[in-house]
């Protein structure tokens, strides 16, 4: 008879082990055979449709792929993706498992944007923590009436005492390293802005921001730092009696390194028109140079009742307007928001016609679709979600586990797209 911590402990070995094996397969690149192609696999539940899990208009990111063959090349050069969504990205997860993906395969050039969520008194990031010695009026961009401007991080803070100071921390995700030496502020930047220092956390300056700096960007100041670093302070500098406030929309960061800069902006409850009335957000993304835009949303839109299908596309389409305007250069990649439950307890139909509404408008306008409802089981799939312990008891929001299998679905999809453009560059040889 085998003793019961024995069997016990047999288990749990068999399942690390597992995971181990799971984990080798996510991060195979085929580097060792001088191939620019990605070979990914992961492990699906029994559930999902692994046959639909593809990128529809793939040829719209053909600009993408070529950037990233060029990173598989060893070409210097930096690679800028954007994320743009709900809840579901502003806890991370999700985008943090493709950012991992994407770094892993192509290269680390930083952490990206970040957000003073936490200072904002809302959920912020795991993989970094922003916070302040005084407290901030702030302003989310699903707050459409109040005045205070939005920018790039769909989250404003702002201070007027010239004692503020802003502590960024980034924590490493072994095997990635996101300490930084380039730090861009984004910010209001007139005359009523105060300067800033960066400290080390010995307190020494080893860096400063300054509004009046004639360097052309309206809204962000560069500093680069003398080493790499996952902890500054960004402490006041007033030297003038018309600086009288602080008001910051995010922080880029990044290091030295040839790689993938993976922006994931997510704000709790938001839709796409209120990014599209955010004063600042669409033209502050031309900061980040993106060449891939991935649009996350639709989820809260579904929840609306009655729910609008025409003004709902009418409102995606307006902000896709926007973001192609400042960015005409981005291939642009819609996902479709997966199933879940209306009101904890309801199978959620607005969701099925967004779905449809969602691949027609894609198909009509020619953008690259990933459709994670089709993939994910489609209607009454939320059900499977809920039983394999990927969704949380709301009944919207996912567990970890599932938003970075979701991530990991997304990542695989894209993987398998630029693998069948590596290939057909090889075949035109």
Excluded at 197 to 211: C, P, Y
Excluded at 249 to 275: C, M, P, R, T, W
Aim: proline residues 3%; neutral net charge; glycine residues 6%.
């Amino acid at each position: 008879m085998i003793h019961p911590t024995t069997y016990s402990l047999r288990n749990i070995l068999r399942t690390a082990c597992l995971f181990l094996c799971i984990h080798l397969l996510q991060s195979c690149t085929g580097a060792g055979d001088g191939g620019k192609e990605v070979h990914y696999t992961i492990t699906k539940y029994p559930f999902i449709h692994s046959e639909r899990n593809e990128i529809i208009h793939a040829e719209v990111m053909d600009s993408f792929f070529e950037q990233l063959y060029l990173l598989r090349s060893a070409q210097p050069l930096k690679v800028n993706v954007l994320q743009i969504g709900d809840s579901h990205i502003q806890a991370d997860f999700l985008s943090a498992a493709v950012r991992t993906d994407f770094q892993t395969n192509f290269g680390n050039a930083g952490r990206g944007l970040v957000v003073p969520l936490h200072v904002a008194g809302t959920n912020e990031s795991f993989n970094y923590r922003i916070t302040s010695n005084v407290i901030c009026t702030s302003k989310r961009c699903v707050f459409v009436n109040d005045p205070m401007p939005i920018g790039i991080g769909g989250v404003t803070i702002r201070s007027f005492s010239d004692n503020t100071s802003l502590r960024i921390k980034t924590f490493n995700q072994p095997p990635i390293d996101y300490s930084f030496n380039k730090l861009t502020l984004f910010y209001q930047k007139d005359s009523s802005a105060f300067d800033f220092d960066i400290l080390d956390t010995a307190g020494r300056i080893i860096g400063s921001l300054h509004h009046a700096l004639e360097d052309n960007n309206t809204f962000s100041s560069r500093a680069e730092l003398p080493y790499n670093t996952n902890d500054v302070n960004l402490r006041v500098k007033k030297l003038s009696d018309t600086q009288n406030e602080t008001t910051v929309y995010g922080l880029n960061l990044e290091n030295d390194s040839s790689g993938i800069l993976y922006h994931s902006v997510g704000v709790n409850g938001a839709e796409a028109f209120q990014y599209l009335r955010a004063q600042f957000f669409a033209e502050q993304t031309q900061a980040l140079n993106p060449s891939l835009i991935i649009i996350s949303l639709g989820t809260n839109e579904a929840q609306r009742l009655p729910f609008d299908k025409a003004g709902t596309i009418s409102k995606l389409d307006s902000l896709i307007k926007a973001l192609r305007f400042y960015n005409p250069h981005a291939a642009i990649l819609l996902t479709t928001p997966s199933d879940s439950y209306f009101r904890k307890k309801y199978f959620n139909t607005s969701l099925a016609a967004l779905h449809t509404a969602m691949v027609d408008y894609a198909k009509e306008n020619h953008l690259a679709i990933w459709d994670l409802y089709s993939i994910g089981g489609g209607y009454k799939s939320c059900y499977q979600w809920k039983r394999y312990g990927l969704m949380r008891a709301d009944g919207i929001h996912f567990s970890k586990q599932g938003y970075e299998f979701q991530g990991n679905l997304m990542y695989e999809a894209i993987v398998a797209a630029y693998n069948k453009y590596v290939a057909s560059k090889t075949n035109q040889k």
